[in-house]
């Protein structure tokens, strides 16, 4: 059959509807290479969620972040993140009006690039923050003048006592953790130094890990009034918890039977939380619910004793996990606490 006009019609017509399909197709995009990936290779969807939270603020009024803008592009840089968990920023007003926060991401970016990550890895960054509105009355019982009224410890009275009061128990049924698998908190003058080999969350995740902390140093016994008696008789009263203290070797000071003073003056032992990664489904159990509610039962103890969270997370983790099996010394993220360089170890990459 000789080539004909027809022919040549529907000839060009098919060239320009192929060369308009090739050309519609943004090898960029994610959803186009979804097209071409064979099965098996699909974006795997992790069975768990995380994320990243500092306190940004438990006061209504703005607050320096120079701090918070030098440690969190470290994160970015060191850990080979598996998944772009979001970073959680609870603030009690500083990043309420959109100024504010577009100020602040503008200020992340130019820290960012002094910090030496690239254009990626900075976007990557900017676009993980979340700003979490999240304020802190006080208790019941304790008045706004109260840190005239002669507290153990005056110094920011009251921002201090509610970051411990929060991190204590608060923090575990706050709306955008409290149905996480993990958060992992860090503070404004954490720093960590220099590249890790894995994900922190993958870890937790893999070894199917419950807590872990970077370092374990006590707490002063003139900051800790009250906590020896109070874990103790409440180990008496929860049978299943003085058993699981035993199982994890929990020491007593001296004399815990003697009807005084029992622990007076007498340092606890204490996890450093400015690092502290939770699964938060093992503090969410009725029996550590329990136990926080007893806690926030008498709010002097964090806004006039100056009770820590240092010493009650340590305290949780002893009372009702398995501490051989749940928790993990995290030395494989060389981290700094403001100036302090803490020891680090080998990091072992994870089975792929
Ligand atoms: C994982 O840990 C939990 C405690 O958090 C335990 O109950 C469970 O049996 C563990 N799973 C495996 C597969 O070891």
Redesign the pocket.
Known sequence: MPFSRRHAVILVAATTLILYLVRSIDYGSPASWGRFRVPGSVAERPSYTAAIVYLASVLPGPRDPAKLLASLPLIQKNIPWRHQWPVLLLHAGAYDSYENQVDFLDRLRGSAQGQNLTPDATEKLVNRIEFVHTDHDLPAGIPADGGSDGPIWDREWPAYHHVCAFFSYKIFSHPRIKDLTYYFRLDDDSHVREPTCFDPFEYMHVH?K?YAFRREDPDLGWVTEGMWPLVSNYAQRHPEVESTLDRNGWEWPPNRFWPNNFGQGQNFPSYETNFDLV?VP?FRTPEMTAFLHELASDPKRFYWNRWGDAPLRLAQVYMFL?VA??VHELCEIPYSHKDQVWDDCACVPLPD
């Open positions: 199917n419950s699964k093992r398995d099996e749940e």
